[in-house]
Structures are given as C-alpha cells and as structure tokens.
C-alpha cells in the first residue's frame, strides 16, 4: 500500500472510529451531567487543586462538555472528507485527551489508548512536516502507529503465554463466562475443555507472532484479516466494539510498513 | 542494522514481562495512564471484585430498625445485537461501571490503615452508581449498603469469594 493512501485511510478510519465514538458519547450524556452517575463535581477530586482543576471546571461544565461533543462531529466530518491538517489533528488529540480524563483515564480502556496512538502519529507527522519533507513525516507517522499495534498483539500474546490458565484453555472459559453477554449456556460448544484450548493456543500464537507481519504485504495482509475476525469475535463476546474499530484504525500503516521491505 | 534494532525492540518487550520494576503511581500519571498502554488484556484470572448491595425502604418510626432487602448482584448483563458493532453506549457505559469497582477494589488495597475510604473517589462514584441502581429496582428506597466482594471463578463456575469491605448505610435520597 502506499503511503499516500494508506494515509488518507488511516484518516477516514479513524474518524469513523471517533464518530462512533462521540455519537454514544452523546448518547450517554445524562450520566456526565451534575445529577448523573459520573458527575464532575465528586470527580474534580482526582485532580490536584490548582489551575488546572479551575479550567477542566470550565470545560466540564454539563453545557460546555455537550458543545465540545458538538464539535468533535464536523470536524471529523471533515477529517473523513478532507484530511487532517495540523489544527485539526491537534484539536482531537486535545479533545481525545479531555474525554480520557473526564473518564478517570480510560473509557473503554484499550480502544481510548489506541486512538490516542493513531492521534499521536497523525500530529506527529503535521508536526515534522512543519519542518520538511511531508513523505518522511508521513512514514514516521505511520510506523509509529505500526509499531504500537504490531507491540499492542505481541504484548498481549506473550503475556497470555507466560499464564497456565491460557495454556489449558481455562482462562477464556472463564473471561467468557465473566463477559457482558455471558454467561455461557450449560451446553455451549464453547465449554468444551480441548476447544478452549485450541481456541486460546490459536490468537496466542497469531498474537506472539505478529512482528513477522512486518516481513511481507502478504503476510501483513493475512495478518490483518485475522485481526478483523478477532476483534469482531472480541466485539461479539465481551461488547467492546470499539476496540474493533480502533484497531481497524491501525491496519492501513501495518500494510504501508510492510510494504516498505525494510527487512529485505 | 535495522533488522537488528527490531529484534532488541520487541526482546526489550519481552524481557519487561519477566522482570518486574517498581510502579511509579500518580494523580496525573493515572489520568494520562493512555500515554504507557501495557497492551494487556485478559491476561490474567483469580479474584474479581464484584459489587452487591441492598436496599431499605424509609421507617414507619423513627425509632424502628431498617428492614433490608436481600443483597443483589449488581453486575452488567446485556442482550447482544450486531447492530451494537457500530453504537453500543448502553453496553460500554456498563463496562465502565464495573472498571469503576475494579478502581475502588484496586483504592482499597492501596490505602493505608488509617484512611478513610469514603473519601475516595472511586468510593463515592461507586456509592452514587449503588443508590441509582438500587432506585431502579425499589423506586421508594431511601436507604442503600454495598459490599465489594472479591470472587473467584473456575471454568465450572463460581469457586469462592470474600467480603472485601462493607459501605456504611447510603443515604440514597
């Protein structure tokens, strides 16, 4: 892939991933407001009393935190159509930034650390480009993302490895049991012990091995389908449909990285 | 060279998961925690904090002791749908409201003997989450209490828990 297309689609994918984003977002704004579950004035005391403290007053005051959201939908409109400019990428960055503190740190976990990576590289790239060549600061951009997502698999393989409870099989009965949608009916095929365990063996090793999607556009496409199915199954069982969506987010620059042959 | 420079990269990765280095903890380091992802999910099984609660209705006299429900699991169920795939709030609110209980189990293992839970956060947005949850299901309770229970599961099921803290009645009104 290009890096000029794999550009343009990392921009539409992620602005996809945070249109989706902002609209449950607005969605559940009722619990964000004064009388809601997570409203600001008990949360203000995570943050040390200060300057700072005042202005996040301001900025997640109920009427304030609605316009923002607001915003967030035409400029992403416009990252989608027209691409990303330094303004634009800084503005959701900052406002992606904003979101992960008015939600203790993390929303959605995973998903919000992603998209924060996929934002990090798109400023990144406006950035180096103020001072020269845009191709070389596009592929900076997109190995950054590349290398954070190619190291996201790899991390979680080899953690889920070093574990005797994803060795046997046991621990994805029992994440699925745990799951939103569980628990997992007395006769699913999935309580069956040597499923689970091909099952846990299989996205272990396709995990573990995700640096050798950098070998080849092939295998980076291979790679990349596989994720599609995985975070689809992941979405289908746990609920954590943004994680799809983010992840998806990060395959134009594994596919641009690969298409490189650095290593050959 | 460069293919020299990835293997130490991803041996470097490697070698964090075997040795382990102190936690540098933080106000802001947890709120910015987005910008060192570990990158692990579901890595590891063994005990769960969960939340259960139960609720009173108001006494007919002052003098009269509270009458309680029976404690109620207070965990997130929800019917799957495909179409959740592009615009799941309900499903991901949920979840982010048993990450909360997990941050308050995760704030009391942390604090040290002579604090006060109530004071933390965590603590107090669990309480909020405790006295919705409760008027959802008993529209006139006017009294709340919660439990984190620690709770361990096998793949057959449940295997044991432990009451890791008891709230102070909840004025839910």
Same mark, same amino acid.
Request: net charge neutral; aromatic share 10%; proline share 4%.
């Given at each position: 892939?290009?890096?000029?297309?794999?550009?343009?689609?990392?921009?539409?994918?992620?602005?996809?991933?945070?249109?989706?984003?902002?609209?449950?977002?607005?969605?559940?704004?009722?619990?964000?407001?004064?009388?809601?579950?997570?409203?600001?004035?008990?949360?203000?005391?995570?943050?040390?009393?200060?300057?700072?403290?005042? !202005?996040?007053?301001?900025?997640?005051?109920?009427?304030?935190?609605?316009?923002? !959201?607001?915003?967030?939908?035409?400029?992403? !409109?416009?990252?989608?159509?027209?691409?990303?400019?330094?303004?634009?990428?800084?503005?959701?960055?900052?406002?992606?930034?904003?979101?992960?503190?008015?939600?203790?740190?993390?929303?959605?976990?995973?998903?919000?650390?992603?998209?924060?990576?996929?934002?990090?590289?798109?400023?990144?790239?406006?950035?180096?480009?103020?001072?020269?060549?845009?191709?070389?600061?596009?592929?900076?951009?997109?190995?950054?993302?590349?290398?954070?997502?190619?190291?996201?698999?790899?991390?979680?393989?080899w953690v889920k490895l070093m574990q005797p409870e994803w060795r046997n099989g046991h621990a994805m009965t029992i994440f699925l049991n745990a799951a939103i949608y569980g628990p997992l009916s007395a006769s699913s095929f999935l309580r069956r012990p040597w499923l689970a365990r091909l099952g846990a063996w299989a996205f272990i090793g396709w995990e573990c091995a995700a640096p050798l999607a950098l070998l080849h556009p092939l295998v980076a496409l291979v790679f990349c389908t596989i994720a599609l199915l995985f975070h689809f199954l992941v979405f289908w069982f746990f609920g954590l449909n943004r994680f799809f969506w983010a992840w998806l987010a990060t395959f134009p620059a594994i596919l641009a990285c690969s298409a490189q042959r650095v290593f050959w | 060279m460069i293919e020299a420079l990835f293997l130490l990269y991803f041996l470097v990765l490697l070698a964090t998961l075997v040795f382990k280095s102190r936690i540098v903890t933080g106000p802001w380091l947890f709120l910015l925690r987005a910008f060192f992802p570990n990158w692990k999910f579901f890595h590891a099984t063994g005990n769960v904090p969960h939340l259960y609660a139960r609720w009173a209705l108001p006494p007919e006299a002052p003098s009269d002791l509270l009458q309680w429900s029976d404690w109620v699991h207070v965990f997130p169920r929800r019917p799957r749908r495909l179409l959740h795939l592009f615009h799941n709030a309900d499903t991901n609110l949920a979840l982010v409201q048993q990450n909360l209980v997990e941050h308050l189990a995760a704030d009391l293992n942390h604090m040290t003997a002579d604090a006060d839970a109530r004071a933390l956060v965590s603590y107090q947005l669990v309480s909020r989450l405790v006295c919705q949850s409760l008027q959802a299901q008993q529209a006139d309770c006017t009294h709340g209490q919660f439990e984190v229970r620690m709770v361990l599961d096998g793949p057959m099921g449940f295997i044991q828990e432990d009451t890791m803290m008891r709230s102070p009645v909840l004025a839910c009104r």
């Open positions: 892939m290009p890096v000029s297309s794999a550009v343009r689609a990392t921009e539409v994918l992620l602005a996809l991933s945070m249109l989706l984003q902002t609209l449950e977002y607005l969605r559940m704004r009722q619990a964000l407001t004064v009388q809601g579950l997570w409203a600001w004035p008990v949360q203000r005391a995570d943050i040390p009393a200060g300057p700072v403290q005042k !202005l996040l007053d301001l900025l997640f005051a109920d009427r304030a935190m609605h316009g923002h !959201l607001l915003l967030r939908l035409p400029v992403l !409109l416009l990252l989608a159509w027209h691409g990303s400019d330094l303004a634009l990428a800084v503005f959701l960055f900052a406002s992606h930034v904003l979101m992960l503190i008015r939600w203790r740190g993390a929303f959605n976990g995973g998903s919000d650390f992603m998209t924060l990576v996929v934002l990090t590289g798109l400023v990144s790239a406006q950035l180096v480009q103020l001072g020269g060549d845009p191709d070389l600061a596009w592929r900076a951009g997109l190995w950054y993302i590349c290398l954070q997502s190619i190291t996201s698999y790899f991390m979680s393989g | -």
